[in-house]
């Protein structure tokens, strides 16, 4: 079974930056597209970035220009650097792909204080 940790959340400033990581206990070299969500107290998940093997990017609009999503096969690692935080980005953050083909793991808490 996959399992996925990521790291690197924390509390932060309205206007700060933290850069997460997801570790995927298999190989992604041939997972096609990878993705970042978030869920925030009393809301649903939502999918906040996807990257492709190929490269392509995609973004929710409410972070598209503040976050870059990003990965490394040979690490089997996820990125997602996010710049000029907003308290409304406060939220548990996770990986996976579009399609969720793979159990949820623990996550890591972004908080953004005002």
């Known amino acids: 079974q996959v399992q996925l940790v990521e790291s690197g959340g924390g509390l932060v400033q309205a206007g700060g930056s933290l850069r997460l990581s997801c570790v995927v206990s298999r190989s992604i070299f041939s997972i096609n597209a990878l993705a970042w969500y978030r869920q925030a107290p009393g809301k649903q998940r939502e999918l906040v970035a996807t990257?492709?093997?190929?490269?392509?990017?995609d973004y929710a609009d409410s972070v598209k220009g503040r976050f870059t999503i990003s990965r490394d096969n040979a690490k089997n690692t996820v990125y997602l650097q996010m710049n000029s935080l907003k308290p409304e980005d406060t939220a548990v953050y996770y990986c996976?792909?579009?399609?969720?083909?793979?159990?949820w793991g623990q996550g890591t808490q972004v908080t953004v204080s005002s």
């Open positions: 996976n792909t579009p399609r969720v083909i793979w159990s």
């Open positions: 990257i492709t093997s190929g490269g392509s990017r």
